[in-house]
């Protein structure tokens, strides 16, 4: 039997309906099975700083800021999050991780350094968004690490850990 569990599944994209099954349905899929099948099993729930919504320039968020998510990928990863919560409350070993904007090696052209990534490589025009816009940056192997900690920490763990750099960097400078 399992002695943790790490949910990395979900959707970033899509329609409000996929964006449920793949956060929210999946999440509760994955916990029932947990609870029936290998209940010791620590639960890690791979959540996102979508969760919180965003904030003010010059802030960062600490893991007891109120969540405000501001589209259906927040609102679903939030859900999500809320069901490994729950469980946790009920005396599952379930904690949450609220990873921040990842990057690194095997991004996904979703975000945007994957996108400037891949533009990079197949043509000369690279297109984006707004740069304008602040974003606490993480490195994918320190997600791993973490990740990691977590998973195989002896003991309790807090509900919910931050993930990121706890500074903000415009996305420009990126």
Known sequence: KPTVVVNAVGATL??????????????????????????????????????????????????DAEP????PYGITKLAGAELVLRAQRAGADAVVLRIFDVIGPGAPHTTLTGRVIRDLRSRQLIEVGSLDVWRDFVDVRDVAEAVLAVALADGSVPPVLNVGTGRATLARDV
């Open 14 to 63: 899509g329609e409000p309906a996929e964006l449920v099954r793949a956060n929210v349905i999946a999440v509760e899929a994955l916990l029932a099975s947990v609870r029936d099948h290998a209940g010791h099993a620590r639960f890690v729930q791979l959540g996102s700083a979508a969760e919180y919504g965003g904030a003010p320039h010059g802030t960062s968020l600490a893991e």
């Open 68 to 71: 405000r998510p501001l589209g």
